[in-house]
């Protein structure tokens, strides 16, 4: 496997790190900063692209493939219940069901996560998370001017889930499966807390939110 780049960033904050081969892959370096006072990352693509590059460079963040974790509440997430169908009709059918939101389907970018079928319910069900096409194109024009290439996106929720899962699954090794556990992945950013919830190696519920505390007190003793 070749290097990758994940990167996260919010509104105030970037991070980045380098993974490459192994399993557990390895990791090769790590960088975060906080934006440039008036800097505005999906307004100014040559700017923030330009910028990028040199302090990934000067980090010895040298991959040109790039998987980009947006916000969770930069997506829109919604559960639909499908009627029964093969595999190869799902995405039809969410298509289908995600056109009938406020938001006409060509100015956002879907994708979804199929789910077990809940017992005693005919039909399938499916987490349908879109983002708007033109953010996409903002990032994509940020990576270009950083001399890099967009692999992919994913939300914050999605990731944590997976990762809840990973360490599910050893923690578990050995002992009860944990493919009827149910974890909750809680992380803690300044003001901004992410939760997701995984059951049944599958995404269930996301959410994010942001506290108010006391200028001057630790958030995370706030609590």
Not at 72 to 78: N, T
Not at 109 to 134: E, I, M, N, Q, Y
Not at 159 to 188: F, K, N, P
Request: proline share 6%.
């Amino acid at each position: 496997m070749s290097e990758l780049l994940i990167v996260t960033w919010d509104r105030t904050r970037v991070a980045a790190l380098q993974s490459g081969s192994g399993d557990p892959p390895r990791l090769s370096a790590a960088w975060t900063a906080v934006w440039p006072e008036g800097m505005q990352p999906l307004q100014n693509s040559a700017a923030t692209g330009e910028w990028l590059r040199g302090q990934w460079s000067a980090a010895g963040l040298n991959a040109s493939s790039v998987w980009v974790v947006v916000p969770r509440e930069d997506v829109v997430l919604r559960h639909l219940e499908l009627p029964e169908a093969p595999d190869e009709e799902l995405p039809d059918l969410v298509r289908f069901q995600a056109t009938r939101s406020t938001v006409p389907i060509e100015q956002v970018c879907l994708d979804f996560l199929p789910l077990a079928p809940l017992p005693g319910r005919s039909g399938r069900d499916a987490l349908a998370a879109t983002v708007p096409k033109a953010s996409v194109q903002a990032i994509q024009q940020v990576l270009d001017a950083a001399d890099r290439e967009l692999a992919g996106v994913t939300f914050s929720s999605h990731a944590l889930g997976e990762w809840g899962e990973h360490a599910d699954r050893r923690r578990h090794h050995g002992g009860r499966s944990a493919d009827s556990a149910s974890t909750m992945v809680i992380t803690c950013d300044g003001s901004r807390l992410d939760l997701s919830v995984v059951s049944g190696r599958e995404l269930t519920f996301a959410h994010a939110a942001r506290i108010t505390v006391d200028e001057g007190v630790d958030p995370t003793t706030a609590m």
